[in-house]
């Protein structure tokens, strides 16, 4: 996929080095600055599979000025994020008396039948910050409170010091982790800074050649040594994911046994850390795509889980044609099996055909049915069906078949202080225009400049005189 379509995508974790002061106010006083991302654009591989996008990095731009820390309440002024709107999704209605009854019967009649397969834990990929974790609580109560144990993010793949965690962008998502026992953490790591940035073939081998000679262990033991420290050691790696196509500098084809043996340093890199309990997941597209990930597999040793970013694409296939394709879903099963490995789908949802009810709900059947460690939806247009309004039908598949019984939805999913004008959803794979501004009359829009803007999706808007001194 080329790198000017995957940097139109809604996924930008590198912004987190900039305002890592701006969370740390936010984890004192509740969620972060309400902003609004712009709708993204749907984008396009040259492999086989046309696998979606992952997290964005802003390459080589140069750093915005820092948001100015004053004790305000942040809005946005304008924005064109495609919101949730539940009011376009139906709501499950309550079972009847002769379904619970006969639901009993049946369990009474199964008891000495095995046990069944556990569901999975899951959760939604729904902003790389303090948003995404604010975002979390939001979703479980939009699917009438079904609780979401896994919070995924990323890590920016622009510099090492952002591979190596940036100070204070971890710390909400830590903190989020360490509430209850049960949650999972998700981090999906780069191997290779400038890992967007269109980096040849000859210089990636170079630099995975140098990795396997150890040139980089020390980056990663830093990673470990913050993880650790913040009280998160058994946080899930996803290391170098989609390495078998061709967007990210972190990509095997250049060179796959140098990239197998650096993956194999990184991982023994940081399970050197003391205390640590990572498990690395070994995550590439399905299919075919640039070179097959079979031939990536660094080995059984350094390995914890095998997992896959599945989408619905290309365009006409059918799922079943996803499950039966060369390297597809029944492969992946497969192979972990044979080689004694949970499955996970740190990345999956809808893409190419659309609004498509059958696929989320075979999805969701197929990851129950295989065991899937966890999975994450990856929520925004035009993957999502919460954050995205294109997909009714999915929406309602997916609240249905993931909400508790007789849920009572809210009404909206939007917090009090988020102020966001409704995006138009259009076929079109160019970015929804602008709206225009909607904002309270006490809410003053502060002037950050062009570049910032456009990367938060929208202007901020200060609430003034919200703080009196007291009397």
Same mark, same amino acid.
């Given at each position: 996929?080329?790198?000017?379509?995957?940097?139109?995508?809604?996924r930008?974790?590198?912004?987190?080095?900039?305002?890592?002061?701006?969370?740390?106010?936010?984890?004192?006083?509740?969620?972060?600055?309400?902003?609004?991302?712009p709708?993204?654009?749907?984008?396009?591989?040259?492999?086989?599979?046309?696998?979606?996008a992952?997290?964005?990095?802003?390459?080589?731009?140069?750093?915005?000025?820092?948001?100015?820390?004053?004790p305000?309440?942040?809005?946005?002024?304008?924005?064109?994020?495609?919101?949730?709107?539940?009011?376009?999704?139906?709501?499950?209605?309550?079972p009847?008396?002769?379904?619970?009854?006969?639901?009993?019967?049946s369990?009474?009649?199964s008891?000495?039948?095995?046990?069944?397969?556990?569901?999975?834990?899951?959760?939604?990929?729904?902003?790389?910050?303090?948003?995404?974790?604010?975002?979390?609580?939001?979703?479980?109560?939009?699917?009438?409170?079904?609780?979401?144990?896994?919070?995924?993010?990323?890590?920016?793949?622009?510099?090492?010091? =952002?591979?190596?965690?940036?100070?204070?962008?971890?710390?909400?998502?830590?903190?989020?982790?360490?509430?209850?026992?049960d949650?999972?953490?998700?981090?999906?790591?780069?191997?290779?800074?400038?890992?967007?940035?269109?980096?040849?073939?000859?210089?990636?081998?170079?630099?995975?050649?140098?990795?396997?000679?150890?040139?980089?262990?020390?980056?990663?033991?830093?990673?470990?040594?913050?993880?650790?420290?913040?009280?998160?050691?058994?946080?899930?790696?996803?290391?170098?994911?989609?390495? =078998?196509g061709?967007?990210?500098t972190?990509?095997?084809?250049?060179?796959?046994?140098?990239?197998k043996?650096?993956?194999n340093?990184?991982?023994?890199?940081?399970?050197a850390?003391?205390?640590?309990?990572?498990?690395?997941?070994?995550?590439?597209?399905r299919?075919?795509?640039?070179?097959?990930?079979?031939?990536?597999?660094?080995?059984?040793?350094?390995v914890?889980?095998?997992?896959m970013?599945?989408?619905?694409?290309?365009?006409?296939?059918?799922?079943?044609?996803?499950?039966?394709?060369?390297?597809?879903?029944?492969?992946?099963?497969?192979?972990?099996?044979?080689?004694?490995?949970?499955?996970?789908?740190?990345?999956?949802?809808?893409?190419?055909?659309?609004?498509?009810?059958?696929?989320?709900?075979?999805?969701?059947?197929?990851?129950?049915?295989?065991?899937?460690?966890? =999975?994450?939806?990856?929520?925004?247009?035009?993957?999502?069906?919460?954050?995205?309004?294109?997909?009714?039908?999915?929406?309602a598949?997916?609240?249905?078949?993931?909400?508790?019984?007789?849920?009572?939805?809210?009404?909206?999913?939007?917090?009090s202080?988020?102020?966001?004008?409704?995006?138009?959803?259009?076929?079109?794979?160019?970015?929804?225009?602008?709206?225009?501004p909607?904002?309270?009359?006490?809410?003053?829009?502060?002037?950050?400049?062009?570049?910032?803007?456009?990367?938060?999706?929208?202007?901020?808007?200060?609430?003034?005189?919200?703080?009196?001194?007291?009397?």
């Amino acid at each position: 996929m080329a790198s000017q379509q995957r940097r139109a995508r809604s996924r930008r974790p590198a912004l987190a080095v900039v305002t890592a002061a701006a969370v740390s106010v936010a984890l004192a006083s509740g969620p972060g600055p309400a902003v609004a991302d712009p709708d993204p654009v749907p984008s396009t591989t040259p492999a086989q599979t046309e696998q979606a996008a992952p997290p964005q990095d802003p390459g080589t731009q140069p750093p915005p000025p820092p948001v100015p820390a004053a004790p305000t309440t942040a809005t946005t002024a304008t924005g064109d994020t495609e919101s949730p709107d539940p009011a376009a999704t139906p709501t499950p209605a309550p079972p009847t008396d002769s379904a619970s009854a006969s639901a009993s019967a049946s369990a009474s009649a199964s008891a000495a039948a095995p046990a069944p397969v556990p569901t999975p834990a899951f959760g939604a990929y729904l902003d790389f910050g303090a948003r995404g974790v604010a975002r979390i609580a939001q979703l479980s109560a939009w699917l009438g409170g079904a609780e979401l144990r896994v919070g995924h993010t990323y890590l920016p793949g622009d510099q090492w010091r =952002n591979i190596e965690g940036p100070p204070g962008f971890l710390d909400v998502w830590a903190h989020w982790r360490r509430e209850k026992d049960d949650r999972m953490l998700v981090l999906n790591v780069p191997m290779l800074e400038r890992n967007e940035e269109g980096v040849s073939d000859p210089e990636v081998r170079d630099l995975l050649q140098r990795g396997a000679a150890g040139e980089f262990d020390h980056h990663f033991r830093a990673l470990a040594e913050r993880l650790v420290g913040l009280g998160v050691p058994d946080t899930v790696i996803v290391l170098g994911w989609e390495m =078998n196509g061709t967007t990210y500098t972190h990509r095997c084809g250049p060179d796959p046994e140098a990239w197998k043996a650096y993956w194999n340093r990184i991982v023994t890199a940081m399970r050197a850390v003391p205390d640590q309990r990572f498990r690395f997941d070994f995550a590439p597209t399905r299919g075919r795509d640039a070179v097959p990930w079979t031939e990536c597999y660094p080995g059984d040793g350094t390995v914890d889980i095998i997992g896959m970013d599945a989408y619905d694409q290309p365009s006409g296939l059918s799922f079943d044609e996803q499950v039966s394709e060369p390297l597809g879903l029944q492969e992946h099963v497969d192979f972990a099996r044979t080689h004694g490995k949970p499955v996970s789908y740190p990345e999956w949802g809808l893409f190419r055909n659309g609004d498509n009810a059958e696929y989320m709900r075979r999805m969701l059947d197929w990851m129950d049915r295989h065991g899937a460690l966890y =999975n994450t939806l990856t929520d925004y247009c035009p993957h999502g069906v919460w954050q995205c309004r294109r997909n009714p039908l999915s929406s309602a598949v997916y609240r249905s078949l993931l909400s508790p019984e007789s849920p009572e939805f809210p009404e909206t999913s939007e917090t009090s202080e988020t102020i966001v004008a409704p995006a138009t959803p259009t076929a079109s794979t160019a970015p929804t225009a602008p709206t225009s501004p909607r904002r309270p009359d006490t809410c003053t829009p502060i002037v950050l400049g062009e570049w910032l803007e456009s990367r938060l999706g929208g202007r901020l808007c200060l609430r003034l005189g919200w703080w009196s001194p007291a009397r």
